[in-house]
């Protein structure tokens, strides 16, 4: 098993609609948590960035960690054809050091 | 530019041959970060650096990957000996000092035939 699971999908969904993307992980010394963004031939951007549990708003983008239950969340408000991308998570015990990702959840947001 | 940069963006490569694979941290970025994602997959850890120091370097998955930053700036990738499992991209991306963002570059995408 590994360290983070994802549902790669893929995902596809209408434009306007909520896209909700989630991640399981086994580590429990896992405090920092990410969600990248990558376009195809590109390198991952990132989208938003949590610290231990609770909630991160930031536009139509809202993260969620619930450590209790090892699970995160990135919500998506009124999709967009432009959000169409892989979409990655990625946590590490602390700072600075290495990103341990999961395998990514493709989406196609349709116009 | 102010992002991180990668050459080349596209290598192909006989099987056996040698590559060397180079990134440019953003300036002043301490952390640098290489990564292999295979297709399909998410990116996983190879090495890390600090300035000039290799601090870790247990996701390298051979002794034939090797890596180097002499002068705590550039970093260069070298797989001797290539083999076709090495096809991949490799992702280079750099922190701060606080290590909290780590940007990443464009990749490079590696053919080996």
């Known amino acids: 098993q590994k360290e983070v699971e994802q549902d790669p999908g893929p995902l596809s969904v209408p434009e306007g609609a909520i896209v909700s993307l989630n991640c399981t992980y086994s580590?429990?010394?896992?405090?920092?948590f990410m969600w990248y963004r990558q376009y195809s031939r590109k390198g991952p951007e990132l989208l938003m960035y949590?610290?231990?549990?609770g909630n991160k708003e930031d536009g139509r983008f809202t993260a969620q960690v619930d450590k209790s239950s090892k699970y995160i969340s990135l919500f998506i408000r009124d999709s967009q054809p432009s959000d169409s991308a892989t979409y990655l998570c990625?946590?590490?015990?602390?700072?600075?050091?290495?990103?341990?990702f999961g395998k990514g959840t493709t989406l196609s947001v349709s116009s | 530019g102010a992002g991180v940069s990668q050459s080349p963006r596209y290598k192909v490569a006989k099987r056996g041959q040698d590559v060397a694979l180079r990134c440019d941290p953003i300036s002043g970025h301490v952390s640098l970060f290489w990564y292999q994602q295979a297709l399909g997959q998410g990116p996983e850890f190879l090495t890390y650096f600090q300035n000039e120091a290799q601090l870790d370097k247990s996701g390298l998955p051979s002794d034939r990957f090797f890596a180097e930053r002499p002068e705590g700036s550039v970093s260069t990738l070298k797989i001797q000996r290539t083999q076709q499992e090495d096809s991949a991209v490799y992702l280079c991306?750099?922190?701060?000092?606080?290590?909290?963002?780590?940007?990443f570059g464009p990749g490079t995408r590696l053919t080996v035939l």
């Open positions: 991306a750099s922190s701060g000092e606080d290590g909290n963002e780590q940007f």
């Open positions: 990625a946590m590490r015990e602390q700072a600075g050091t290495a990103l341990i």
């Open positions: 580590n429990s010394a896992f405090q920092y």
């Open positions: 949590t610290y231990s549990s």
